[in-house]
């Protein structure tokens, strides 16, 4: 009953901190010092409050839940803790916390250039908005909270209004975010219209009642809808422009949690609420996954804007988390509770190892952008002099998001994998198919993401300073490089303790309505994971430990082979030229290779400008370049076709908006009789 | 002492009908303001007979304040506005009169015909006074759908408040004395400033014919 009683309270000390720092932001706005003091301070506290909160449910399953009814009928403050969300609500302020203590260091540069005020108070808001999406309990008052955090980003996102490009991403994720929300507003009507009410517990025990068609379109719409909010493909084009548009501890946030908010919904409508699903949901979330998981990353490797660059690795992850999500639903509809077990679990760890080295890699881009003042990894170079502190962090976020051992990115790879392994062994040709194509595409993106994160390290720490900007950058400040260590150590060690965590996140799985009381088909002991039937089995500490001393070895062996060698230290060979950073190849030319090769998925566009020093003689060229870019295949194709039919209904639409009273009367007239006549009939 | 008998109740419900019918077809402004007053008095009469059925003197009072702001304060206000701009003569329609007879004619069979015989469980003994308080209601929206003048359409409006107040009447639907003097302060504050709005359009525009209001439109 303590238990009970404390995590509540704490949780709702966590909100009343969040309250706290938004509205003291607010009041200390005249002086930026002390609104980004108030503003972080109580963010930090919040988010310790809330990770308290969360790792009493986890561990002692002290679920706990407040309803409050307002005076609205339908409007109920309803709250719900279970372990779902007590394990979103752990990893929002597992990052929330580092992101405000990156923020303590990071806001000074927007110091008497913007309102940081203003900052404060939304970036509380933003943060007490996703930790009440993920714990709402009521279909309105959740409406209610994640139009909150969709706002607060908003005017996050658009919080350096001095540039256009960030009111245009801005406008973007205004128009995407509330036409996600109309699509989720249409099934939670649907739902009520079905169970006659709002609350998800009523919803939950009514699904008997619901039918196989109403299941099916509000799994269509929470699909476009909380998809839009996760930026699966081809609902993504807002994320890489909001996501880089917004403040770096933001955009950590953005893309570290809050597009799991959409994972989170999807997990609870599908899984806790729904009964009975067809295959095909799964099938589908497990086809989506797959296009977006390597879709993702073939942008990534196309952008020289690093946090663009990341913004796309956003998509890809969410990719990778939705291959896990949808084995889960397949294994699910097809009486195989076991393995799905199994893949929500490798969905959820994903999903906190993403949080974890995504929101390390935009804060190490962060610090990087603060020195040199341009996103353009073109412009770097050579940082790793400069910034080695930093130059590590983000080698091991790269690392991690690479999936390589012993981090935590490889593990819940290696878990989908398995998921998706045991598909094509255990399920019918005609969905073995769709597993075998996930499986393919999270390898092609495995080495994919490598491949890019040799790309942005190599463009932006090695090698020679391309940029004045960088030949001048310094070590980040002290606050940044603590929340960069931070998330570092906890990639390995989360990496290192995997074994530990799938068992905690087995629980979370079985705490979901269709996977209850669910024997998993795995067994994680003394380190290692092992999948039950032999299946396979991994153990991250052996893995560590054998590269250790792999490194180890290597050292003493290079150490002595070395001995009796000198070191001289001389002039690297440049040809009788000056070596300088033009000579270095360039992030786009790594990329233009891998680019070449799916041209086809790509559409690459080519341009040379070619300047010569006679324009008649064309012999001499005084300056040459080569810019490389893409097709927006979705807003060519799609978005922008849409909105020239939306303008054409509008047109058609506008000729009975005529400016005249009477006409207007007469409509009102008109559809009076019409009503009055169907209602008669 | 006081009315209610149907016969009677029927034919103060025609006598604002008939105001009604004579509104859409009257040319002169200050005619219809004549006739808005006149339907007005009716139905501030039928409030007042009301409260001595009722003996209740919050109803007089609203039946007193039905009459002070319709039958007195918002014609003055028109008169006044036609006064001053010289709105002698109101705007044309859209329709000519004898197609806006035919149309009336035709919303009056429409709320006579089976459509509204559920309503009868509304009012068995005011049926057809009920009926009637429903045409009025039709009709005055035609006065702002055909007439172009705004002061007609501000007419129509008022008008059709009139006719839900006699149809909420007939019906047994009176509201407590506190929103019907709410609804009547309201009205109190729409005439004015419907009133000032009006006299700014034709300073703007130098008409009140709201199909000559070009210049607020986007070219």
């Known amino acids: 009953m303590l238990t009970t009683i404390s995590s509540s309270t704490i949780f709702f000390i966590s909100l009343l901190l969040f309250g706290i720092g938004a509205v003291g932001s607010l009041v200390l706005a005249k002086s930026d010092k002390w609104a980004n003091v108030a503003g972080s301070v109580f963010a930090v506290s919040g988010s310790i409050s809330g990770l308290v909160s969360s790792l009493s449910v986890l561990i002692k399953n002290s679920v706990f839940s407040f309803n409050f009814d307002l005076l609205a009928p339908l409007l109920s403050v309803s709250f719900r803790v279970d372990r779902l969300s007590a394990f979103f609500i752990f990893v929002i302020s597992l990052i929330a916390l580092v992101a405000s203590i990156y923020s303590l260091g990071y806001v000074k540069h927007f110091y008497n250039k913007y309102n940081i005020g203003a900052l404060g108070f939304f970036y509380n808001l933003f943060l007490a908005g996703m930790l009440m999406v993920v714990s709402a309990h009521n279909a309105i008052f959740f409406l209610v909270v994640w139009e909150t955090m969709s706002l607060a980003s908003f005017f996050l996102v658009i919080f350096e209004n001095k540039e256009k490009s960030n009111l245009r991403a801005g406008y973007l994720y205004f128009i995407m975010t509330h036409i996600g929300t109309a699509f989720i507003i249409m099934a939670f009507l649907l739902l009520y219209r079905s169970t006659g009410s709002f609350d998800f517990t009523v919803i939950k025990n009514s699904m008997g009642e619901v039918s196989l068609l109403v299941k099916n379109l509000v799994f269509v719409l929470a699909l476009i809808g909380f998809g839009t909010k996760a930026g699966i493909i081809p609902v993504h084009i807002w994320l890489p422009r909001a996501h880089s548009a917004a403040p770096t501890h933001v955009s950590a946030l953005m893309s570290g949690v809050m597009i799991k908010t959409g994972i989170y919904m999807f997990i609870r409508i599908f899984m806790d609420m729904m009964t009975g699903i067809p295959v095909w949901w799964g099938v589908v979330v497990l086809v989506i996954g797959s296009v977006s998981s390597l879709l993702g990353v073939l942008y990534a490797l196309t952008e020289h804007d690093i946090k663009r660059l990341l913004a796309y690795h956003s998509i890809e992850n969410i990719g990778i988390i939705l291959l896990g999500l949808g084995s889960s639903l397949v294994f699910w509809a097809s009486d195989m509770k076991s393995l799905a077990v199994l893949g929500l679990v490798a969905s959820l760890f994903h999903t906190l190892n993403h949080a974890t080295f995504k929101a390390l890699l935009f804060m190490g881009a962060g610090s990087v952008i603060s020195q040199t003042h341009t996103r353009n990894m073109e412009e770097y170079g050579g940082l790793i002099k400069h910034m080695p502190q930093t130059a590590f962090f983000f080698l091991v976020g790269a690392m991690a998001i690479s999936a390589l051992p012993p981090f935590n990115g490889f593990f819940s790879e290696w878990a989908t994998f398995q998921s998706l392994f045991y598909g094509i062994k255990s399920l019918s040709v005609s969905v073995q198919w769709v597993f075998l194509l996930g499986a393919g595409s999270l390898a092609f993106t495995g080495g994919l993401a490598a491949a890019c994160f040799v790309k942005a390290f190599g463009a932006i720490f090695l090698a020679r300073p391309r940029s004045e900007e960088a030949k001048h950058a310094k070590e980040s400040a002290v606050t940044l490089r603590i929340a960069m260590a931070i998330l570092a150590a906890l990639t390995l060690v989360i990496g290192f303790f995997a074994s530990y965590i799938t068992s905690v996140l087995a629980t979370v799985a079985s705490s979901v309505r269709a996977l209850g009381f669910a024997e998993p088909v795995f067994s994680s002991a003394a380190g290692a994971f092992s999948l039950k039937d032999g299946f396979a089995t991994v153990s991250m500490p052996t893995i560590l430990f054998s590269i250790v001393a792999a490194l180890v070895l290597a050292w003493i062996v290079l150490k002595i082979i070395n001995r009796q060698a000198k070191i001289k230290i001389e002039r690297t060979w440049d040809c009788g030229t000056n070596l300088n950073g033009r000579m270095e190849i360039t992030a786009t030319g790594f990329s233009r290779s891998i680019i070449t090769v799916f041209r086809g998925l790509l559409k690459p566009t080519k341009q040379t400008d070619v300047e010569y020093h006679d324009a008649d003689m064309r012999y001499f060229a005084k300056s040459s370049a080569v810019h490389l870019g893409i097709e927006d295949i979705y807003l060519n194709n799609l978005y922008k076709p849409l909105q020239a039919l939306v303008a054409r209904l509008a047109a058609h639409v506008r000729k009975i908006q005529l400016g005249n009273l009477n006409v207007y009367v007469l409509y009102i007239f008109l559809t009076l009789f019409a009503l009055l006549i169907l209602l008669a009939f | ?219």
């Open chain 2, 1 to 219: 002492m006081f009315i209610e008998s149907p016969q009677t109740l029927f034919f103060l419900e025609a006598l604002i009908f008939a105001s009604v019918i004579f509104i859409n077809i009257a040319k002169k402004n200050s005619f219809a303001v004549f006739l808005y007053m006149a339907q007005s008095f009716v139905v501030a009469f039928l409030l007042f007979n009301s409260s001595l059925k009722e003996s209740s003197f919050t109803l007089m009072l609203v039946a007193l304040s039905v009459f002070a702001v319709k039958v007195i304060v918002a014609p003055y206000f028109f008169r006044n506005l036609i006064n001053k701009h010289q709105l002698k003569f109101s705007v044309s329609t859209y329709l000519n009169g004898p197609m806006t007879l035919v149309i009336l004619a035709m919303l009056t069979a429409f709320t006579f015909s089976s459509f509204f015989q559920p309503l009868s469980i509304l009012s068995q003994e005011n049926f057809n006074a009920l009926l009637l308080a429903l045409s009025t209601m039709l009709i005055s929206v035609f006065v702002i759908i055909n007439r172009k003048g705004a002061l007609s359409q501000m007419i129509g409006i008022l008008s059709l408040e009139n006719a839900i107040v006699s149809f909420a009447f007939l019906s047994g639907l009176e509201q407590n004395a506190g929103p019907q003097l709410g609804i009547v302060f309201d009205i109190l504050v729409w005439v004015i400033i419907a009133t000032v709005f009006a006299s700014m359009i034709y300073k703007q525009f130098g008409s009140l014919d709201v199909s000559m209001m070009k210049n607020l439109k986007e070219e």
